[in-house]
Each structure stands twice: as C-alpha cells, then as structure tokens.
C-alpha cells in the first residue's frame, strides 16, 4: 500500500460455492472507498463457439494442491504493491460449476475507484494467465479440456 500499512488479503481455491457477499465484505472497511470487483460465472454457451463447437452445460474445474492458492497470493500482494489497495479477495472455485454459478471473484478495496478497478482488472487477468487451474468444458455429449496445459 501507498501509505505503508500492510493490506490485508485473503485468497483460496474454494470447492464449495463461493460467496460474493462475503467477498465485498472483505474487501470493504471504514477507510476504503471504493471497491472494484469482478464475478466469472459458467456462461450459457449455446449461441457462441466453444472450444470443441458444441454448448457448454457446466464447467469442471482442477487445480494444484498447493500452487494455486500460493500464486493467488502473490498475484494479491505484487497488486498491493503496484496500487494503492488495502484490502484484496481473490477466491476461485474447483470442482463442477453449472450455468450461472460464480466461478471465480476478486475484490480490490481502495480509498480511491481507479486503484480499485485498475488492481482488480490487473488481478482477474494475472490469475487466468499464471494459476495452475484447469477448466474442463462440460457438454451433452462429453467434455474437453480447455488451455494450454490441458
């Protein structure tokens, strides 16, 4: 943080669903003034193109034991360091997800808006990028794997 407290964050790769107001509150405080936050939810696919070319009815989600909530961490603390934020939750799910469920949140509590919505856009898109978490789409007739380590 700017003002050289020390932010406090919370991360973890959840199995259970995740709990958005739980995570605005986390991210909320009597010194915060804005709170810049992003839901990734199981999208209803039917009238886009997949990765395999079919609809998706559900996301299954896999991730490394212990690397992933450790990345999470320091994806959280290097945007503390980078903006003035106080308070950041970053959770994202593992297991079966079906249309419409969260899938991953990130909470960026700042005094300001711009440091807020700046970390958490800058959270949403480290995390998809270098966590070792694995989306596997769900259709009628199957699945695939999806990425690059898939």
């Known amino acids: 943080m700017a003002n050289g407290e020390e932010a406090v964050i919370a991360v973890a790769v959840s199995e259970t669903p995740l709990d958005i107001a739980d995570a605005i509150a986390g991210a909320s405080g009597p010194d915060i003034g804005g709170v810049g936050m ?6 209803d696919s039917s009238s886009v193109e997949t990765n395999a070319g079919k609809p998706v ?3 299954d989600y896999d991730s490394h034991p212990s690397l992933a909530e450790q990345r999470l961490r320091e994806i959280a603390f290097e ?3 980078k903006w003035d934020v ?3 939750v970053a959770i994202h799910r593992t297991g079966h997800c079906e249309l419409g469920e969260p899938t991953v949140v990130v909470a960026c509590g700042a005094p300001h ?3 807020a919505l700046e970390a958490c856009r800058w959270i949403i898109d480290t ?3 270098t966590v070792p978490i694995w989306k596997r789409e769900a259709y009628a007739d199957g699945s695939s794997w999806v990425g690059d380590n898939a």
């Open 86 to 88: 106080g308070k950041v």
């Open 38 to 43: 992003f839901v990734g939810t199981v999208r």
């Open 57 to 59: 009815v559900a996301l």
């Open 79 to 81: 945007a503390t360091t």
């Open 113 to 115: 808006r711009g440091d």
């Open 127 to 129: 995390i998809k990028s």
